[in-house]
Structures are given as structure tokens and as C-alpha cells.
């Protein structure tokens, strides 16, 4: 089951989603290794109060408390024009950049696809930008919706509002019929939980009424024990439920959360400010290098961030001659190394 099926499901959700592949990359670019795709945050500002988020107990981490602004993202595009794929979500809620509506309407009139697969937590949404997505066809995004009801959701995420979030589920719905677009294509996002293991049909069957995708993900907690494991393989179709049972029946040792540091092949992850991360793990500084300054190609062919994939690789040990290499202190890299595991690119 079971580490294949896993790595499967990782593989959508954190990094290349299939749905987000074009029929086709233009030989140059393959020659020269340029992806077409990239993470660039919209915001790390958030409006709820999640009982374990990262970025509010760590007050905001590395990457800071900002939003990404219209003028740098149509820099980006404009010298980038190789960019098809834009995922814009990763550690708060893209619907607080006040500059995102002109990002999307840009993005438009450049034909790149923009996505928020990383989740969203749509409390805070104006009737003008979920027109606007529509109308600029966004095209997916994940909706972190970790219950069924009010009392359960907000368990979670605290300061949320679930009946809200249905209404503007059900307001874009409408305005996805009156223009006649399939776009967004929206994912119901469900964290399983201690507290929300009795959710899970009722979600399934909402989610389907508001013609949403589901999609299950085990929860980062080390304590959740899952109490009704039967239904829980069942309905989610997860073959582990806990990060634990997922590092004992996997024969290489190696996280399906460490396919994260894929991304710094396929979809480098760049934060608001520009500063180059690799990847979406936060818990770690950037490589030292501005890639709204410098340029993407100068910022992934820099020292440090070819070194950082000799090391994920194995190729090389940490060496006190490069600086600025988030990996080293990575959970993950550590784990590669425990175990004389690494990534096989």
C-alpha cells in the first residue's frame, strides 16, 4: 500500500498537481532547466488563530508578516516570461493581499495560470474578488474546511467562520454558472484530527453538493492516536493516518513530506519579498538571494542552491565554505541523513 500510494497523494497535493502540467515545455527551456512553474506567496497575513499554525507561534518565522505586491509581481512576469504556473499559497490567506485582484487580472492578459492548492481558509473574501476569479479564471484552489459544522470547524480554526465560508463557496458557485466556466476548480481541503474523525462522511457529502473535490491529509500532530481507524481508511482513502505508521511501513526512511525539497527542481518557492526559500518548509531561513532583484535563472544557478541539491542528493556533505543553505537545518535533511537516504533525481 503502501509508501507508493502515499507518495502518490503527496505528489498532488504539495507540488505538481497533474492538472497544472501543459501538453508541452519549449525545448530551449528544457535545455536550459528553466521550469515553467514556480511558488510565489501572495500573503503570509491571516485572519484566524489555528491552534497549532507555525507562523503565529513563531510570529511569522523567516518569511516574515507582508503581501506581495502588483507592481512586483507584473516585474516577475514581464522577465520571466517562460512562468506558466504560479501557485500563490502557502503559509496565510491569499484573499488579504489587497493588490490580488490586479495580480490575477494581469496574470490573465499573460496566460499564466495561477493556483492556491496550498489552501485557503475563505472567511475573508469580497463579492468583487470571487467575481474576479471567475472572470480571470483562476484556475484550482484547496479550501481548508477541517469539519462539518461551526462547532467542529472552529475547534481548529479558531476565530473562523464555517457557515461563511459555505456561503462564499456557494456565491462563487453562482457566478461560475453565469459566466459558464468550470474555473476555479475547487478542492475541499480536510485535516484529519482527533477532534473531527466524525465529520469526515458529512464532509464528503457536502463537498460533493457543492461539486468540490476532497481530499484527506494527515495531521503534523505526533499525539493524534485516530480512534475509528476502519471508517477512517474507508472514507479517506489514506493508507496511513499517522506520520508514525507512515515512518514505519516505509523501507526507504524517507518522509513523503520530504518531496517537499522536489520543489527546488520543479517549482522553487519564492516568498513575497522576493527572497529565495526552495521550498515551502518555513522553519528555516532563504538562500540569500533576491530573486525580484537578481532574476530567477541567476537565483537557481547560484552556489548555494545547486550546492542544496548536491546535498539532498547525497552527493556532498554540509561544508562551512557555503552559507545560507536552509537545507542543512532542515528536519528532513536530517532524517535523509539518519537513515543514508536521499533523493534520487
Known amino acids: ?137 483562476f484556475y484550482s484552489m484547496a479550501i481548508s474546511i477541517d469539519g462539518a459544522s461551526q462547532e467542529v470547524y472552529s475547534l481548529y480554526r479558531r476565530n473562523g467562520d464555517y457557515d461563511k465560508v459555505i456561503e462564499n463557496i456557494k456565491k462563487l458557485n453562482e457566478l461560475k454558472r453565469k459566466y459558464n466556466s468550470r474555473l476555479p476548480k475547487l478542492v475541499w481541503q480536510y485535516i484529519i484530527m482527533g477532534h473531527n474523525e466524525d465529520d469526515v462522511i458529512s464532509a464528503k457529502k457536502q463537498a460533493k453538493q457543492l461539486n468540490m473535490d476532497i481530499f484527506f491529509k494527515m495531521t503534523w500532530d505526533k499525539d493524534y492516536k485516530p480512534s475509528k481507524i476502519k471508517m477512517l481508511h474507508a472514507e479517506t482513502k489514506l493508507p496511513f493516518l499517522t506520520m508514525e505508521e507512515e515512518a514505519s511501513n516505509n523501507p526507504t526512511k524517507l518522509s513523503a513530506y520530504s518531496l517537499i525539497c522536489r520543489q527546488l527542481w520543479i517549482c522553487p518557492q519564492i516568498n513575497w519579498d522576493g527572497r529565495l526559500l526552495g521550498c515551502c518548509n518555513l522553519f528555516k531561513d532563504d538562500f540569500g538571494i533576491n530573486v525580484f532583484e537578481e532574476g530567477l535563472e541567476k537565483a537557481i544557478n547560484s552556489d548555494n542552491f545547486k550546492y542544496a541539491k548536491q546535498l539532498l542528493q547525497g552527493k556532498v556533505p554540509p561544508s562551512p565554505h557555503y552559507k545560507n543553505i536552509p537545507c542543512v537545518s532542515c528536519s528532513d535533511y536530517k532524517q535523509m541523513v539518519e537513515n543514508n537516504s536521499f533523493l534520487k533525481i
Open 1 to 137: 500500500m503502501e509508501i507508493k500510494k502515499s507518495l502518490t497523494y503527496y505528489k498532488k497535493v504539495f507540488f505538481y498537481p497533474p492538472v497544472l502540467w501543459p501538453l508541452g515545455i519549449p525545448l530551449i527551456q528544457r535545455l536550459l532547466k528553466l521550469p515553467y512553474f514556480v511558488r510565489l506567496e501572495a500573503s503570509t497575513l491571516c485572519q484566524l488563530n489555528c491552534r497549532t499554525c507555525y507562523m503565529r507561534l513563531n510570529n511569522f518565522g523567516s518569511v516574515g508578516k507582508g503581501y506581495l505586491k502588483f507592481s512586483d509581481f507584473k516585474n516577475f512576469i514581464d522577465k520571466h516570461a517562460y512562468i506558466k504556473v504560479i501557485e500563490l499559497a502557502n503559509s496565510g490567506e491569499i484573499f488579504l493581499n489587497p493588490d490580488l485582484i490586479k495580480i490575477m487580472e494581469y496574470a490573465f492578459e499573460r496566460n499564466v495560470r495561477l493556483t492556491a492548492l496550498g489552501g485557503v481558509n475563505f472567511n475573508t473574501i469580497t463579492n468583487e474578488m470571487i467575481e474576479a476569479l471567475v472572470k480571470y479564471r
